[in-house]
């Protein structure tokens, strides 16, 4: 499972650009940055619209005050439904990367995939947040199931 002083390993994440999907390497992401990565179990799920990704747009200039290149929301869902979801929260205004792990390749890799069948979710990643630097996870916070506290952006930013 994912712990703190882990280097991260090379992943791959979709996005809407330009020209339609397109494929993102994590390295490239953290290589030489400072980043934060936080994950939820699905778009539009109640607690990850109303929670969890409010908390990091109300600290994202919290965030860049102590130096974060850059803000990653994931989620096991697909790059236009991340897209759509970071427009109608204000995410993307706000300047949160949305990435899909799209088949939850990460959230597998990583030790945090996880079913809730009573909620109609398989494959999905557990709720998480973590503070990078140049690919190796410095802070890391996860959340019981069910919950949304320990990885909110307020939390996290009281780890940097």
Same mark, same amino acid.
């Given at each position: 499972m994912l712990e703190t002083g882990m280097r991260l390993p090379e992943a791959r994440f979709l996005r809407i650009g330009a020209g339609?999907?397109?494929?993102?390497?994590? &390295?490239?992401?953290?290589?030489?940055?400072?980043?934060?990565?936080?994950? !939820?179990?699905?778009?539009?799920?109640?607690?990850?619209?109303?929670?969890?990704?409010? &908390?990091f747009i109300r600290s994202m200039d919290a965030y860049r005050a102590k130096? !974060?290149?850059e803000v990653i929301c994931l989620s096991v869902n697909d790059a236009h439904v991340m897209r759509y979801w970071g427009e109608t929260t204000g995410a993307a205004a706000a300047g949160i990367t949305m990435l899909a792990d799209a088949d939850g390749a990460f959230a597998r890799a990583m030790g945090l995939a996880y079913d809730n069948p009573a909620a109609g979710m398989f494959g999905r990643s557990r709720r998480y947040a973590m503070a990078v630097e140049d690919g190796v996870v410095t802070a890391f916070e996860l959340d019981p199931l069910g919950q949304c506290s320990l990885s909110t952006g307020e939390a996290l930013l009281e780890k940097l």
């Open positions: 339609g999907p397109e494929e993102v390497l994590l &390295s490239t992401l953290v290589r030489g940055r400072k980043v934060v990565i936080f994950a !939820v179990p699905g778009a539009f799920t109640p607690t990850c619209d109303s929670a969890h990704v409010p &908390s130096g !974060v290149d």
